[in-house]
RNA sequence: GGGCAGGUGGCGGAACGGUAUACGCGUAGGUCUCAAAAACCUAUGGAGGCAACUCCUUGAGGGUUCAAAUCCCUCUCUGCCCACCA
């Protein structure tokens, strides 16, 4: 037996594969196109972590398949170079972030190459290469352009560690309190000015296109009637939910109360003494709701401690030191307390102030509280404890009083009592002329009668940008006394990132400390200015990667938008979980708007056939690869797998099956060192059969139905679990057929090719130097047609009929495959054994299953 | 507190109304060998029995059904996500 040297193999076809790029996309390409799209990966220090190529496996596996099943494939790799890891190792170890990224990106590139993953390395692209980011640049001014790009005053997440500003999406919960996604280090708020992306204006878009989802449809559903429903977009049900909570659209409106204090009193009188004309407009508190049909039952209502009506006591409120010290003591608060005093609401009443109730013209207290947000609505809130678990908790604490306005039944012989009333529809009581009309009619009734207006709000808030550190991208704008804000005129794009001695983070923005980089001309009246010194959110260079890929060497524009809509939009994403509200929702928003701007048009040969607004047809996530200890990988548990060592001992294609192999694809599996052994020899037997067998290899079929039969059960198998990424069973069946194979007298060569195809993608390398140096194939095995399974072949001759005897399985029996129930029943009647249970008694009922099993009841 | 996913041998998992434990790992015994490794063969959920066989078993309990790991209800545990959004 030939001995299988898997690096020397691995090399060799990895070489040549490389070198006659067999893998490029052929834009002009007669054939359908597909769209692969793999996550490129941040190239940090550490190099490839074993889940990178679980994930990146399973795109080559894919991507390989469709090339054979006929498709014209996109699959490229890029680097998503620039970030703060990069920036934050190269101050540790003393370099420039330049070097850094550029050694990191070798090592990736390396590591991902001895893969032998099918990119087209000619797509390769690189965010932190002047030319991709010139057109990232290019992006930002046409936002900026439509107003999308703006500066304002806001206050932000501020990493103290980092010392940059971050978005709402890269703070994240940890023990409590909010930290920084990267450095987990405690996020304080800071009002600073920053360039936003206007995300909010396409908030509506953003959620229609995710389509209505498939809450609708009943279990029975088709896949492709849930497909369907959901739009376009095949994508898990819980990343679909997932981005619409995270946009958060209420219907509600926005209610005016009138305050009275003890000023307004006083101005009261003196302009009845005085007989002045009106000339002090009456102060408001407006709150959003999105129950203006529970008004009537508003007892009381509560300002979040931010709300501005208390930043200066202009409303004269008796206790305002009180009020004070409940303020700074709100701010204070950190994320843990926040959440374990949830439960416990605390306030403070304004004394000397009063409200309104526009519906029932009561006079009603006013409270701070910090269970209301400054962030969200109008920073106010009419509390109506009755119908809100909150206000509830609150107005039983405080002692305010509690009214019911809405009883879900009418006309109510006994209403509920108050704790199950919350948040039903039902109709109205104790609203006035409201009484008896349904809770959903008297919502906009009830505003219409108060002069409030509807309004939809949503959480989610307009997309910060700015970002006070080095190693990204400049944000190409120009301050300038005369002109204001001023774009850099796209002829003079990129605006290079300058090298800088010192570029460490100071709490502003290092470039702002380079004076040959910030003195500029303005474009516009040619004096003195100043270039805008912060650089872009990485997330900014991500959200259009993809369209890059479909055109990387423009330049003249970021794509072409013929080839852009030729392979757009990708048909199949694999992605971290993770990325479910940051960059999903960014790339959505981006691609619609090049779409409005015309410079994405009708989709080429995708089976959308039209107009694509969102970039992402199908999307799946792929499941952690966790340590052996059962715990997430990290240096400090000591628990990581390197890939490196794992491919000089057992090369790709054993590491490619294995992480196939260990179990469905989205979930997470603890690593097995011992379980790679499994795929090694599974491997290792697929070589030795040819070797062994060449004696058995027989050039004609033989006549062994049972093994046509596996072979072809084995094809329908592996073909449609790597159409729905179930690896694992798709390995599994190829081991069940191998294990066949073996014990074959006489091998047919032409099984074995077939099988070789079916390996192909899993084990590209040896399936490979199989077809080319055993077969003696001259084409490469991704321009072979995937073999198909005869319907035929598969059909059983035979099987065995399973023989319950009241609800449980007694016996069985081999029987041919065309049986009728009588004749079944004749047979299974006469057994022995059958008889032995029954003893002489006559069946009550029979249930037989065609192919399965009868039933015998008596 | 809420949402989602999930709990099947010693382990990863398969089956998703129709013979539970496919496939792989591990373990035990065997073949080969002076010996060991590798490779190959056999066995391998639990209890009982010389055996043929019988009973039990998919987190716990209940229900539907001729038949439930699978469908329904209650509980429980684990993982992930969200977390006062009016």
Redesign the pocket.
């Known amino acids: 037996m030939i001995k299988y040297d898997f690096k020397k193999i691995e090399k060799k076809w990895q070489e040549r594969w490389l070198d006659e790029k067999v893998f490029r996309a052929d834009d002009k390409s007669k054939k359908p196109k597909f769209y692969q799209l793999e996550t490129f990966p941040y190239p940090s220090a550490e190099g490839l972590h074993v889940g990178h190529p679980k994930g990146y496996t399973a795109e080559d596996i894919h991507a390989r398949f469709m090339r054979m099943r006929g498709y014209e494939v996109l699959y490229a790799m890029g680097w998503d170079a620039f970030g703060l890891p990069t920036e934050n190792y190269a101050i540790k170890v003393g370099k420039n972030p330049k070097e850094v990224a550029k050694a990191n990106i070798k090592n990736f590139k390396r590591q991902v190459q001895m893969f032998g993953f099918s990119y087209d390395w000619d797509r390769e692209i690189n965010t932190s290469d002047p030319e991709y980011y010139k057109w990232t640049q290019w992006l930002f001014i046409q936002l900026f352009k439509k107003g999308l790009a703006y500066r304002a005053k806001a206050k932000v997440n501020w990493c103290p560690k980092d010392m940059t500003v971050l978005a709402n999406e890269q703070v994240?919960?940890q023990n409590?309190k909010n930290v920084c996604e990267r450095c987990k280090s405690e996020v304080v708020q800071k009002e600073m000015e920053q360039w936003f992306l206007k995300i909010t204006d396409y908030v509506e878009r953003l959620i229609e296109d995710l389509g209505p989802g498939t809450a609708t449809l009943d279990?029975t559903a088709s896949k492709k009637a849930k497909v369907e429903a959901r739009g376009s977009l095949d994508w898990p049900?819980?990343t679909i939910?997932?981005q619409k909570?995270w946009i958060?659209k209420?219907e509600?409106a926005l209610l005016k109360f009138e305050v009275r204090t003890d000023r307004s009193d006083r101005t009261l009188q003196a302009k009845r003494s005085s007989k002045q004309s009106d000339r002090t407009t009456p102060t408001f508190i407006e709150?959003?709701?999105?129950?203006p049909d529970t008004l009537f039952g508003a007892t009381y209502l509560v300002l979040?401690p931010e709300h501005k009506l208390i930043g200066n006591n202009e409303l004269g409120i008796r206790n305002y030191e009180e009020i004070q010290r409940y303020i700074e003591k709100a701010k204070r608060k950190t994320g843990l307390e926040?959440?374990t005093?949830?439960k416990d609401?605390t306030g403070v009443e304004l004394e000397g102030v009063k409200a309104i109730n526009p519906a029932t013209k009561e006079e009603i207290p006013v409270w701070v509280a910090?269970?209301?947000?400054?962030?969200?609505?109008?920073?106010?809130?009419?509390a109506?404890p009755a119908h809100?678990e909150?206000d509830f908790d609150f107005a039983t604490k405080h002692n305010l009083p509690i009214r019911m306005v809405v009883c879900p039944h009418y006309p109510a012989p006994t209403c509920p009592v108050l704790d199950e009333a919350y948040l039903g529809e039902g109709h109205m009581v104790d609203s006035g002329k409201f009484d008896g009309m349904e809770s959903e009619k008297a919502k906009w009734e009830i505003t219409k009668f108060v002069g409030g207006k509807r309004k939809v709000?949503y959480?989610i808030r307009d997309w910060s940008v700015s970002r006070q550190r080095y190693w990204g991208v400049p944000i190409p704008m120009i301050h300038c006394e005369k002109c204001g804000i001023v774009p850099v005129p796209e002829r003079d794009l990129p605006v290079l990132l300058p090298d800088l001695e010192d570029y460490r983070p100071k709490g502003k923005p290092p470039l702002a400390s380079s004076e040959k980089f910030i003195k500029t001309k303005c474009p516009k009246c040619g004096g003195e200015a100043e270039r805008e010194p912060e650089t872009l959110d990485t997330f900014v260079d991500s959200a259009w990667y993809y369209l890059r890929y479909t055109d990387p060497h423009n330049d003249k524009m970021p794509f072409d938008k013929l080839r852009a809509s030729h392979w757009m939009p990708v048909d199949f994403y694999v992605i971290g979980?993770?990325h479910t509200?940051l960059h999903l929702l960014y790339s959505r928003f981006i691609t619609k708007f090049l779409h409005d701007e015309g410079y994405l048009s009708s989709g080429g040969g995708s089976a959308t056939g039209g107009k694509f607004q969102e970039p992402f047809l199908k999307l799946r996530h792929v499941g952690l690869i966790i340590g052996a200890d059962g715990q997430?990988m990290s240096k400090s548990r000591g628990n990581v797998v390197n890939p490196d060592e794992l491919l000089e001992v057992v090369g790709a294609d054993v590491v490619r099956v294995y992480e196939m192999?260990?179990?469905?694809f989205d979930?997470?599996?603890?690593w097995?060192t011992?379980?790679v052994?499994?795929?090694?020899?599974?491997l290792?037997?697929v070589w030795k059969l040819y070797s062994d067998a060449n004696i058995r290899m027989h050039a004609n079929d033989t006549n062994n139905a049972n093994f046509g039969r596996l072979l072809h059960k084995t094809i329908k198998k592996v073909t449609e679990d790597i159409e729905t990424l179930?690896f694992?069973?798709a390995?599994?069946a190829m081991?069940?057929l191998l294990?066949e194979m073996?014990k074959q007298d006489k091998l047919p060569v032409k099984s074995y090719e077939l099988f070789v195809k079916l390996l192909a993608p899993f084990a590209p390398h040896m399936a490979e130097e199989i077809w080319h140096e055993i077969l003696d194939h001259k084409t490469y095995l991704h321009e072979e047609k995937w073999p198909e399974y005869d319907p035929k072949l598969i059909k059983e001759e035979k099987f065995?009929l399973?023989i319950?005897i009241?609800?449980?399985?007694?016996d069985?029996v081999e029987v041919e495959a065309g049986i009728s129930q009588a004749e079944a029943e004749k047979l299974v009647l006469a057994r022995e054994k059958v008889r032995a249970y029954l003893k002489g008694a006559k069946p009550k009922?029979v249930?037989y299953?065609p192919g399965?099993?009868i039933?015998i009841?008596f």
């Open positions: 994240v919960q409590g279990a049900e819980a939910k997932r909570d958060g209420s509600g709150v959003f709701t999105t129950r979040s926040r959440m005093e949830a609401k910090d269970y209301v947000l400054g962030s969200y609505g109008t920073g106010a809130i009419m109506v809100d909150r709000q959480k979980a993770e509200v997430k192999f260990m179990g469905p979930q997470g599996q603890p097995d011992q379980g052994l499994g795929a090694e020899r599974f290792q037997r179930n694992n069973t390995i599994s081991m069940i294990n073996e065995t399973v319950q009241n609800g449980r399985v007694r069985s009922k249930i299953v399965r099993l039933s009841i």
